[in-house]
Every structure is written in structure tokens, then in C-alpha cells.
T-cell receptor, first 114, second 110 residues
Framework: KAGVTQTPRYLIKTRGQQVTLSCSPI?????VSWYQQTPGQGLQFLFE???????NKGNFPGRFSGRQFSNSRSEMNVSTLELGDSALYLC?????????????FGSGTRLTVV | KQEVTQIPAALSVPEGENLVLNCSFT??????LQWFRQDPGKGLTSLLL?????REQTSGRLNASLDKSSGRSTLYIAASQPGDSATYLC?????????FGKGTKLTVNP
């Protein structure tokens, strides 16, 4: 079966711009989580969506937002980009919230802000 | 607040050696623990998932143990191979999210 698909794989944006990243979960999975990975901070939780509702949100500024569609696909948006937003953004899907079945991660979107 | 620590941060071993990677966490009220592998510039590949009620899980040359009471998990890799070179991440799951350690970068030398 198809895995978690993230698009695009790479992005280069200028400070002040906004960006939208997309994540298609494994078929049948209804929970989608987003994580930011940087060399200094490691992997940090951004937010989780289940059945089109945001369940949890990490400690990130309001410039980071997301949504989930009825087909479980999710998007995250970052507005007014800063240099510090350069990171690998990873999406994970699971059947339902929590770790009962574990999470499956996508290959990520590498965002570079210049 | 859950904190996850992985020791060592980096490890270099000769091919064929058996090795142990360590993960410790501060809050024992976890749902489960998952070990991942990450190759440079890539996403995360799940290796093993241990439910909170379990003590260990095995997959091929990998064995992971969980001791909730002491807040520890270990990942044992038998007969290491150069293809095992990667960063290994431990993630603890609570009711809301995964909390990751910073990882152990493993290099297996031919």
C-alpha cells in the first residue's frame, strides 16, 4: 500500500513569504501529525488533526497553521517566513490518535528560507 | 513535561559487532514507545513499536526492551552491518503527541 506522501520535497522561499505544505496519509488513516526537525532542536511537535479537527497543538507561534480535509489529507501553512523556519517538516499518519498502532512518517519537505 | 534522552549521541563500531542504544524518559505514564531510523536528509522509518504493557519487541536483528518503572528503553542491534549506519531515534507516546530524543548517530565501519 502507498505510504505517507508529502509534497513538495524541497522548497526555497524568501523571508516574509508564506508557504503551504501538503501531506496525504496512508489510505484509511484519519490522524495526521506534523513535526518540525532542525539540527538544534531536533523533532518538535507542531499539531495533530483527526477527522478534520485539530486535536493538539505544539508550542509554535500563530504563523504556523494547518487544516485537514474530509479525505484526511492535510496541509500546513507558515506565514511571514523567518530564517529560523528553515527545517525538515515531517508528516505522520496513524489510524487514530495516540500510539496504539504507531505512526508512519513521510519523507518530509525540506524548507529553506533565504 | 516529558523529556527523552538518548545516549550516546554518536557511536562508531566495526562491522559484525553487537551494540546497544539507550533511551531514557522522565514520565513513566506513556502509551508506548517507538524506535525509528533516519537516513541523512530522509524521513523516519519505524523499526519497532512497544506498547506500554509489553516488555520487548523483536524484528530480525533488532530487539527493543521497555522498562516503564525505570523510564528506560534499549535497542539492541545484533551483528551490525554498514547498512545499519543511520541516526536512531526513540519516541515516547503520551495522550497527545510523540516526544523524541535527539537520536544516536550510528556508523558501522566495514
Amino acid at each position: 500500500k502507498a505510504g505517507v506522501t508529502q509534497t513538495p520535497r524541497y522548497l526555497i522561499k524568501t523571508r516574509g513569504q508564506q508557504v503551504t505544505l501538503s501531506c496525504s496519509p496512508i489510505s484509511g488513516h484519519r490522524s495526521v501529525s506534523w513535526y518540525q526537525q532542525t539540527p538544534g532542536q531536533g523533532l518538535q511537535f507542531l499539531f495533530e488533526y483527526f477527522s478534520e479537527t485539530q486535536r493538539n497543538k505544539g508550542n509554535f507561534p500563530g504563523r504556523f497553521s494547518g487544516r485537514q480535509f474530509s479525505n484526511s489529507r492535510s496541509e500546513m501553512n507558515v506565514s511571514t517566513l523567518e530564517l529560523g523556519d528553515s527545517a525538515l517538516y515531517l508528516c505522520a499518519s496513524s489510524l487514530s490518535p495516540g500510539l496504539t498502532e504507531g505512526y508512519t512518517f513521510g519523507s518530509g519537505t525540506r524548507l529553506t528560507v533565504v | 513535561k516529558q523529556e527523552v534522552t538518548q545516549i550516546p549521541a554518536a557511536l562508531s563500531v566495526p562491522e559484525g559487532e553487537n551494540l546497544v542504544l539507550n533511551c531514557s524518559f522522565t514520565d513513566s505514564a506513556i502509551y508506548n514507545l517507538q524506535w525509528f531510523r533516519q537516513d541523512p536528509g530522509k524521513g523516519l522509518t519505524s523499526l519497532l513499536l512497544i506498547q506500554s504493557s509489553q516488555r520487548e519487541q523483536t524484528s530480525g536483528r533488532l530487539n527493543a526492551s521497555l522498562d516503564k518503572s525505570s523510564g528506560r528503553s534499549t535497542l539492541y542491534i545484533a551483528a551490525s552491518q554498514p547498512g545499519d549506519s543511520a541516526t536512531y531515534l526513540c519516541a515516547v507516546g503520551g495522550s497527545e503527541k510523540l516526544v523524541f530524543g535527539k537520536g544516536t548517530k550510528l556508523t558501522v565501519n566495514p
